[in-house]
Antibody, heavy 120, light 106 residues
C-alpha cells in the first residue's frame, strides 16, 4: 500500500526543537522527492522545504531558513524534519508530502499529519 | 514571492449544481498550478495539476483551466462528497498555496 506514515503528536515548550519522521512505503523512495507542508489553525497551507531523495539536496523556504533541516534515510525509506527555536506560532499540523515526480513541486501523496503544539 | 488569492472565500451550493472556483496569481505561473481538496480532519488530496490534468482517480466532473495568472476549477453535478475546502497551489516558484475556498452544502 502506497502511504506515508508520520510520527505522533508532540507538545513542546518555546525555544525547544522537534524532530518529525515520515515513513514511506509501497513505492520507490528515490523516485519522488519529499516535502514538508504545515497548516496552522485557520491558516493556509505553508510550504517549508524539500529534499531530493536521490541525492540528498535540500531547499528551504526563506521563512524557515536557519531553523529547519530536512534529511532522509533511503535504507529506511524515511524522511525527517527538524525545527528548532520553536515559538507559539509554530503550533500547526505538519504534513510530509510526496512530489508526483522527483523534480515536481506538486504533491500526490500526503501523510496524515503530525500535530505540534508549542506552549509554555 | 508569488501570492495566490482565491475567490470566493465561501460558496454555498446544492447537490447536483455546478460551481466555479477562482484562483489568481500575483505574477504569471504559466501552467504550473495544482488544485487540492481537503475535508475536515483529513490531509489534502491532489485533484488537478499542470492547470488542467486530472490526477489519478479523480472523476471527470472536476476540470481545471487557465494559465498565466487566472485559473478556474469547475465541478459539475456536485455530489455530497465534494464539499470541503479547495486550495490552489503554484509551483512556478517555490510552492505557495491560496487561502482556500470553502464549498458548503446549501
Amino acid at each position: 500500500q502506497v502511504q506515508l506514515v508520520q510520527s505522533g503528536a508532540e507538545v513542546k515548550k518555546p525555544g525547544a526543537s522537534v524532530r518529525l519522521s515520515c515513513k514511506a512505503s509501497g513505492y520507490t523512495f528515490t523516485s519522488h522527492s519529499m516535502h514538508w507542508v504545515r497548516q496552522a489553525p485557520g491558516q493556509r497551507l505553508e510550504w517549508m522545504g524539500w529534499i531530493n531523495t536521490r541525492n540528498g539536496n535540500t531547499k528551504y523556504s526563506q521563512k524557515f531558513q536557519g531553523r529547519v533541516s530536512i534529511t532522509s534515510d533511503t535504507s529506511a525509506t524515511t524522511a525527517y524534519m527538524d525545527l528548532s527555536s520553536l515559538r507559539s506560532e509554530d503550533t500547526a499540523v505538519y504534513y510530509c508530502v510526496r512530489s508526483r515526480l522527483l523534480l515536481a513541486y506538486y504533491f500526490d501523496l500526503w501523510g496524515r499529519g503530525t500535530l505540534v503544539t508549542v506552549s509554555s | 514571492e508569488i501570492v495566490m488569492t482565491q475567490s470566493p472565500a465561501t460558496l454555498s451550493v446544492s447537490p447536483g449544481e455546478s460551481v466555479t472556483l477562482s484562483c489568481r496569481a500575483s505574477q504569471s505561473v504559466s501552467s504550473n498550478l495544482a488544485w487540492y481538496q481537503q475535508k475536515p480532519g483529513q490531509a489534502p488530496r491532489l485533484l488537478i495539476y499542470d492547470a488542467s490534468t486530472r490526477a489519478t482517480g479523480i472523476p471527470a466532473r472536476f476540470s481545471g483551466s487557465g494559465s498565466g495568472t487566472e485559473f478556474i476549477l469547475t465541478i459539475t453535478s456536485l455530489q455530497s462528497e465534494d464539499f470541503g475546502v479547495y486550495y490552489c497551489q503554484q509551483f512556478r516558484d517555490w510552492p505557495a498555496f491560496g487561502q482556500g475556498t470553502k464549498l458548503e452544502i446549501k
